[in-house]
Structures are given as structure tokens and as C-alpha cells.
């Protein structure tokens, strides 16, 4: 190993965690490093093809993993510069404060955060600022207290989602604007980097006018001397010194070699599953049970979210382009009738024939792919699964990933659907009345089924922090209890996960946590 390889920090991973640090990190001189498995995203047409993003998976990490019965899996997750901020649908929310307590769900306790709401919040105002994020204060019935309003206005609602929000608030609800990290000038489309088109959630943006972590943060840090960037580089291994309580070397794969660095501090954000593998492939006499794993954490209290789409097909038609622009949060914590949490519900983007072809072979009855397409108001339920030790990452003898996982405190989610279809019910149009709604589609038309084990877009919660270095792998820094000079910053950190988006979180954590290392390296 030569000194060049020697590094005041590394960062592994360039997606929402690593790639907002290194932006925060980057104006400080230090000689800082980030090293990413993936290469950029290819700017081509197909990053706008439904077919090749959807049907295809082009962009799709190839990469097999093991659920718990040992079957293969193929996770629906990107590994490029920028992670998975690439691809995602930049709904930016806050978790709500009361997340950050404990709260009681039908289905057991989330576990409260280390650290408060009040303590988090200056970053989540920093890192809307920083994302672009559009949006209106004071609509969202649950949304938690904020120090400075939203840089830009909320992104407009359609002809057909409008009136969807009107039916919603003549039902008594209180729709309101998703925060979107879209940069969009509505007043004056010239000027607009955003041209509002149907292929935002779930591809990559072709111009660049999504508001990912590579586009915001990677890029701009790059813009510095004393930072660099090395890609195709999947860090395989982390060792430690003598004593066993620092990261002495980061052993990296790179186009079939082994190349080595080293860091004074060395900050893990590969994403919540490959971060927890990572740990738990470097164990070592000092550490048996992985790094910084004396608590037996690592890899367990796997969270995804339990998340579902539905179509509700009608009468009239849904010519909307962007229809990600509403959310309703009224039964966030419960309803009148039901004293437990039930979530979220938004939308996905707008859903056409060929993305339905994949995992849909069905059709509802009366109807085709194309026409259902048409016809339907693709909504996304998001509902809190809790953290079970049982539900974790591990790796087999042969290297490969397994995701032990069993669903649970499903039945507000349940609840969630049924509050959905009450509410579609009572909706209106001027030609068909109440007519109109025809009914809740699961995307592959089996109702109530929720999507699988691969859609990992929201893994988190594997190597949690907290105060008590037993029940916990990092401290409420993100410092490892057993590790010196090692850090988490992507969203394995969660001990519980909201039943929001989770982008947001991570973004405001990394700068939290890069306020404290500049302090440490002062
Ligand atoms: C289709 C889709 C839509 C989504 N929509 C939203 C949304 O609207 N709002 C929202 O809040 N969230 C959304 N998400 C989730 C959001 O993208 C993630 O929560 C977020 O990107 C996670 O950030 P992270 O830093 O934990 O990991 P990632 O962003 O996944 O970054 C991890 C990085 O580490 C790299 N890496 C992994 N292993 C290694 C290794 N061994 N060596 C080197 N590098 C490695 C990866 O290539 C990647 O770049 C969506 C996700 C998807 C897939
Ligand atoms: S142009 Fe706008 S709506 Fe389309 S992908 Fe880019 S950011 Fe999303």
C-alpha cells in the first residue's frame, strides 16, 4: 500500500447516505474518497423506456440473493453513482415527531430514536434545501414542525388528481401536496430543467433534472481538488489494527483485482442490506460475529416497509402525466375507529400497458393492459413493519446475500386498504356520479397482495443506533461502539422506520453526522 491510498475519510457507497456526506464533508479540504461498486448511469434513451426500466429490469443490479427458505431472489435494487436516488421517485418527507418516540402499533412496539425530532430538524430543513424539494407547508395533517418554509412552491396537481383532491376533501379528508425533489419552474417553462413527463418514479432522469444524490451532491463535491471518486470499486472487506478498535484497511475489488486503502475514518453507506453483509464479512478473531458486532445487531431488525400498489380503475379516463403529486396521511396514526397506526397512502407514477405486463398476466375482468392503464389511479400504501431480530441479513459460506424475512403488524395495512376503498367510494364525477369507481386492483389483480421480498427500495434498520452498546451496533452518532474511526450513514441506521418515504431521513442524518465529524477533524 502506497501513502496515495491513504485517505482522511472514505466513503463507500455514493447514494443518499454517502453521496450527501461527501457533498457536506467536501468544502473542508480534507483528502476524503469515495469508493462506489457501481458505474454512472448510462445517459441513453431507454432511461426513459417503461420496457427497459420495468418490463426489462435493465437497470437492475443482476445480482442473486437467498430468502430464508434458501430460493433465489432478485432484488430490485441500483448499484450506481448516486445509489438508488437514481432511480427513486424523490418524494422527500420528513418522519413524523411522534416517530421518533415509542409508539404502540396493533401488531407490537416501535422502538423510539436516540436522538428527538428537534434534534434532527435543522438538517431535514438543510437537506430540502440542499434536494430542491417543492413543497407547502401546513397541508399535511401530520407533518411535524419545520424552522423555515420550503425553498420552492408544491408541485401542481393535474387536471384528474385535482379533482380526486376535491372529491377526497368533500369526503372530510385532508389530501395534501407531496414534497417532491423534482426542480421544476412552473411559472416558466424555459426556464424549467424539469420537463414534468411520465417516466420520473423508477427510471433515471435522461436531463438531469431530478434531484438524486449524484446530480445534487456527488458531482458537486467532485467539483473539489481534494476529493475523488473511484467506481467499479465494491469494497469486499474491512480489516482492522492490532488492537482491534480501528479500520486499518478497506480491501476493494476492482475490474477482477484487489486494490487496498485506508482511511483515518472510514464511513460504510452501501445501503442497509449490503452494509450489514459488509460488517458481517469482515468478522475477525477480534470481532467473531462481525465487525463492530459485539451486540449481535448487525444484519437483524431488517425493515422494508409494507407497501402495496393499487389501481383503482374508472369510468373516466387518468390522462395524467405526473401523478405523484398527492399524498393523504389521515389515518397516519389511526382513525376514530381504530386506535392503532395504519400509514400512508400516495401515488406511483403513472402506470402504462408494459409495465403492467410485468407481474401482471392477468386482467381484470371487462378489461385490457392498455385500457386499464388508462383508466386507473395507481396508488402506493405504505404501512410500518416493525423490527424483529428474526427478520435479518446474513451471509452463506458461498458469500451471497440472505434475507430472512416474515411480514408482520399487517393488519393496519389492511385497515389502511379498506379506509381507501371508503374513501374512492364516495368519489364523483359528472358523467358516471358515484358509478364512476369501479374497484381496487392489486397491480397483479390479486387484491390485498402486497409487493415481494425483492422490492427492497426501502431496506433499512440492520445495524441500528442507539445508546446502549448492547442493544445496538452504532452510538447515536453513527459511530460503531467498537469501532473508532467507523461510521454508518446509510439507512441501516433506522430503529424503526415511519411510514414515510424514507430518502429524506437518511440525507438530513448525513449531514448531522457530517457537522459531527467536521467537528472530530477540527
Ligand atoms: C424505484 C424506487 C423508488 C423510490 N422512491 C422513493 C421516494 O420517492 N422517496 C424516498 O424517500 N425514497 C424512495 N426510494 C428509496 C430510496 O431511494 C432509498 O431509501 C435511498 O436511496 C437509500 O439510501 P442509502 O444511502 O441507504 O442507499 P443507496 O441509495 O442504495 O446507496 C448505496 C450505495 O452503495 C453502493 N454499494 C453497495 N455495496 C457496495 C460495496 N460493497 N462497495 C461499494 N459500494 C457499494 C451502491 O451501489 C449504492 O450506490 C425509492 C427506491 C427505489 C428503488
Ligand atoms: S424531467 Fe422531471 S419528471 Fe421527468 S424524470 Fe426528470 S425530474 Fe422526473
Same mark, same amino acid.
Given at each position: ?7 482522511? #475519510? ?69 448499484? /450506481? ?42 438538517? /431535514? ?39 380526486? %383532491? ?10 395534501? %401536496? #407531496?414534497? +417532491? ?45 481534494? #476529493? ?39 464511513? #460504510?453507506?452501501?445501503?442497509?442490506? @449490503? ?34 400498489? $393499487? ?14 403529486? +398527492? ?26 400497458? !408494459? ?25 402506493? $400504501? ?26 408482520? @403488524? ?56 442507539? !445508546? ?5 451496533? $452504532? ?48
Amino acid at each position: 500500500m502506497t501513502s496515495n491510498n491513504h485517505y482522511d #475519510v472514505i466513503i463507500i457507497g455514493t447514494g443518499a447516505g454517502g453521496g450527501t456526506l461527501a457533498y457536506k464533508l467536501a468544502p473542508s479540504g480534507k483528502k476524503i474518497l469515495l469508493l462506489e461498486r457501481g458505474d454512472y448511469v448510462p445517459r441513453e434513451k431507454d432511461n426513459w423506456s417503461t420496457r427497459a426500466v420495468n418490463l426489462e429490469g435493465k437497470y437492475n443490479t443482476k445480482e442473486a440473493w437467498r430468502d430464508a427458505d434458501g430460493k433465489e431472489l432478485h432484488p430490485h435494487t441500483n448499484y /450506481y453513482v448516486g445509489g438508488n436516488t437514481k432511480f427513486y421517485g424523490a418524494a422527500l418527507f420528513r418522519l413524523r415527531k411522534e416517530d421518533f418516540g415509542e409508539i404502540r402499533h396493533h401488531g407490537g412496539l416501535s422502538p423510539a430514536w436516540p436522538i428527538s425530532y428537534d434534534e434532527l430538524e435543522p438538517y /431535514y430543513t438543510e437537506a430540502e434545501h440542499l434536494y430542491d424539494v417543492h413543497g407547502n407547508r401546513g397541508e399535511d395533517p401530520t407533518e411535524p414542525w419545520a424552522s423555515a418554509p420550503y425553498k420552492y412552491p408544491a408541485v401542481s396537481h393535474e387536471q384528474r388528481i385535482q379533482h380526486l %383532491h376535491d372529491d377526497l376533501e368533500r369526503a372530510g379528508l385532508k389530501p395534501f %401536496h #407531496v414534497p +417532491l425533489g423534482i426542480r421544476i419552474n412552473e411559472h416558466n417553462a424555459r426556464k424549467s430543467l424539469c420537463i414534468r413527463c411520465n417516466t420520473c418514479d423508477g427510471h433515471p432522469c435522461l436531463i438531469g433534472a431530478k434531484s438524486d444524490a449524484q446530480t445534487i451532491c456527488v458531482d458537486p463535491a467532485l467539483e473539489h481538488e481534494n #476529493v475523488s471518486l473511484v467506481t467499479n470499486a465494491k469494497v469486499i472487506r474491512l480489516e482492522t489494527n492490532g488492537n482491534a478498535r480501528e479500520v486499518s484497511k478497506v480491501i476493494v475489488e476492482r475490474k477482477g483485482a484487489r486494490e487496498e486503502y485506508s482511511g483515518d475514518i472510514v464511513v #460504510v453507506s452501501c445501503g442497509a442490506v @449490503n452494509s450489514a453483509a459488509l460488517l458481517l464479512r469482515s468478522a475477525n478473531d477480534s470481532h467473531p460475529n462481525g465487525l463492530a458486532n459485539g451486540s449481535g445487531v448487525v444484519g437483524r431488525h431488517y425493515m422494508g416497509h409494507i407497501n402495496s400498489v $393499487l389501481m383503482a380503475l374508472s369510468k373516466c379516463p387518468n390522462p395524467t402525466i405526473f401523478q405523484k403529486t +398527492l399524498a393523504i396521511n389521515d389515518f397516519y396514526f389511526g382513525s376514530k375507529e381504530w386506535d392503532f397506526p395504519m400509514g400512508h397512502i400516495s401515488f406511483v407514477g403513472k402506470l402504462d400497458a !408494459d409495465t403492467l405486463k410485468a407481474g401482471a398476466p392477468a386482467i381484470a375482468p371487462g378489461w385490457s393492459l392498455d385500457l386499464m392503464a388508462k383508466h386507473s389511479l395507481d396508488f402506493w $400504501l405504505t404501512s410500518e413493519d416493525l423490527p424483529d431480530p428474526e427478520n435479518r441479513v446474513t451471509v452463506d459460506r458461498d458469500g451471497q446475500i440472505r434475507v430472512s424475512y416474515k411480514l408482520n @403488524n399487517v393488519e393496519g395495512h389492511d385497515r389502511l386498504k379498506a379506509q381507501l376503498q371508503k374513501a374512492l367510494k364516495q368519489t364523483n364525477c359528472d358523467v358516471h356520479g358515484h358509478e364512476c369507481h369501479q374497484g381496487l386492483f392489486a397491480r397483479n389483480l390479486y387484491l390485498g397482495r402486497r409487493l415481494p421480498l425483492a422490492a427492497v427500495a426501502h431496506q433499512n434498520g440492520t445495524v441500528r443506533f442507539g !445508546d446502549d452498546p448492547k442493544t445496538s451496533a $452504532l452510538d447515536r452518532n453513527c459511530k460503531a461502539h467498537e469501532v473508532d474511526n467507523l461510521y454508518l450513514v446509510d439507512a441501516s441506521f433506522f430503529p424503526s422506520s415511519g411510514a414515510v418515504n424514507p430518502a429524506l431521513t437518511i440525507m438530513a442524518n448525513a449531514l448531522r453526522v457530517g457537522d459531527h465529524l467536521l467537528e472530530r477533524m477540527r
